[in-house]
């Protein structure tokens, strides 16, 4: 009695939520709910068991878990908002979850930091194209040493790189090149030569990850200049038009080779 | 959506690799990129795609009555799409200019050059002519649409087959696909665009330009020629002047580069034809791989890295090691001094703004010198970060020195961490001149 009905909520609920722990690096698709680990012992047992009498019914032991791209918190679950595969890292507190997805249309995020073309300037502000759904705006106050008398040299088509202070779905993202402190930190206009091309965001992500060996290897080859925006934009620039070009071209690639596919084509160029 | 736009530097680095002879995929300047041809289960169904452009084209068939004044001869019908999924830039409203080009050129290439034999589609003279269809969809634009609609057009008008028709006297009889096999159209030759892109007024020029190539290009010039090297349509774009001999010698060029294409497409037919003969299994769901790695495979790009080991080689043993900045510092007070002049500001120096370079000369110069160093290391950390120093934003020349009773604290844990450690704090410390405006 007990098993068939378990079998018709199931078939009826379509899926029933699952626990987060255990679909740690499997496929999720959207609309999926995951259940935190506290919750857990509340949905085990089925609805003929007896459930445990709790004595502090109302609370339970809080613990902060971030809740990542990729999901939503909806009541007191988690929502699954794009398919990839869920990640966890445990991190002070509860710790992260996110879905790793695949995707080459950005998103402005607040925080992120990203490669813009400057389209137009207006007045006192500048209009950049990051590759979302608007243009972000950059006051020309927002750089390093800037004041109204002393204008930052910037013409339409350069490439700035900067982060967004205000990035959300209902307003024009704004971006600075400047961090908290009033300092450059990297950020400005990058220089004018160099090749700029567009990858997927995941292979950003990749690169930008504490040990990548992509990186490690390339910068033994020979002497470069490199910027990633989160926006999918790499700026590339070597000493010669033709180590540009192979640097470009073994980003791209990268995406779709295995590592030992990728060490092959190092040891081959380092010999040549 | 907008375009995205070109960035300056971008445009540069493409003319100057075309003036090196580089393209960006490593092709040579004749080269044109990997034509694969796919057929769909009906007849006249095809994908071609060229690089990254794809490009999808149907044909189709119908009984009408015919113009007035070509009363003997079927109906040829041309249309080619911009889907809104090619690129960002193209919306249902904004493509007329590039939309009506392309089509134009398509019909003087098709129609005009007499391909198919418009009288053979005569039915009942003056009542019932066949009137043929052809709709190409550009699903994916990476550039030169023109070159791949066109071929998409005339494979699909080769691979296309019409019902078969009986007339008797006054008697017409259609039959369906199903009591007779139906019969392809009749096709007197294969014409094929060829695009020949022009960069800094006719200097250089490039066959198959790509998307980005396209952006930078002064001016186009496209020739349709068939095998036999007879030019079908010739249009040039773009109002660059050309020299005769550029023009003769691209018409050359696109003569052997149709042959090519010609060639490809006829083994193309032939190897769908065989399948269909043999009963296999044919149309696009066969032509895409599933369930292997090479699924999603990408085409590997021909760059040349010949000579890379040498020219690095070379310029490591050739650059100079980077210059020892000395510092001097000036001291003012107690726990105040003050490195370089800081009155003339470089902003928009080019050499300046890299992030990566600037870290280890200023870090090593730093702890150079002896017993100065005390004073120093604070001294350019005070500078960027407190701004004892403020650049004056209003009338005044001078500089007012500030004078900070609490850094001196500060400054003594500062100076034990620094000299003990190797590679100071990761933040990069600027060698811009001015300081910091509060």
Known sequence: ?272 | MKETPLSNCERRFLLRAIEEKKRLDGRQTYDYRNIKISFGTDYGCCIVELGKTRVLGQVSCELVSPKLNRATEGILFFNLELSQMAAPAFEPGRQSDLLVKLNRLLERCLRNSKCIDTESLCVVAGEKVWQIRVDLHLLNHDGNIIDAASIAAIVALCHFRRPDVFVQGEEVTLYTPEERDPVPLSVHHVPVCVSFAFFQQGTFLLVDPSEREERVMDGLLVIAVNKHREICTIQSSGGIMLLKEQVLRCSKIAGVKAAEITELIQKALENDRIVRKEGGKFGFAESIANQRITAFKMEEAPVDTSDVEEKAEEIITETEPPPEVVSKPLLWSPGTAQIGGGVENSWGDPEESEQEEEDTGSDEAVLLDGAEVDTAPEASNSGSQDAPIVLSDSEEEEMIILEPDKNLKKIRTRTVSTKQEKAPSKKPVKKRKKKTAN
């Open chain 1, 1 to 272: 009695m007990a098993g068939a009905a378990a079998v018709a909520t199931k078939s009826l609920a379509g899926s029933r939520a699952r626990a987060a722990s255990t679909v740690l690096g499997q496929v999720v698709l959207p609309g999926e709910e995951l259940l935190l680990p506290e919750q857990e012992d509340a949905e085990g047992p089925e609805s003929a068991g007896q459930r445990p009498l709790r004595l502090n019914a109302g609370t339970r032991s809080r613990v902060r878990v971030v809740c990542g791209p990729g999901l939503r918190r909806s009541g007191d679950r988690l929502l699954v908002t794009k398919c990839g595969r869920l990640r966890h890292k445990e991190h002070g507190g509860g710790g992260v979850y996110w879905v790793d997805s695949q995707q080459k249309r950005y998103v402005p995020v607040k925080g992120d930091h990203v490669i813009g073309i400057v389209t137009a300037k207006s007045g006192d502000i500048f209009k950049v194209d990051v590759g979302g759904s608007e243009p972000a705006s950059l006051s020309y106050l927002a750089f390093e040493g800037a004041t109204k008398r002393n204008r930052p040299n910037v013409q339409v088509g350069d490439l700035i790189y900067g982060q967004f202070v205000v990035a959300n779905k209902d307003m024009e993202p704004e971006m600075v090149c400047i961090d908290s402190c009033g300092r450059a930190n990297g950020m400005g206009v990058i220089g004018q030569d160099g090749l700029l091309f567009k990858v997927t965001l995941g292979l950003i992500r990749k690169l930008l990850a504490p040990d990548c060996e992509i990186l490690q290897e390339v910068g033994k080859l020979y002497p470069l200049e490199i910027v990633f925006g989160m926006n999918g934009r790499i700026w590339v620039k070597a000493k010669t038009i033709q180590q540009t070009l192979i640097l470009a071209n073994i980003l791209e690639a990268c995406e779709h080779m295995t590592s030992d596919q990728r060490k092959q084509i190092f040891s081959r160029l380092a010999e040549s």
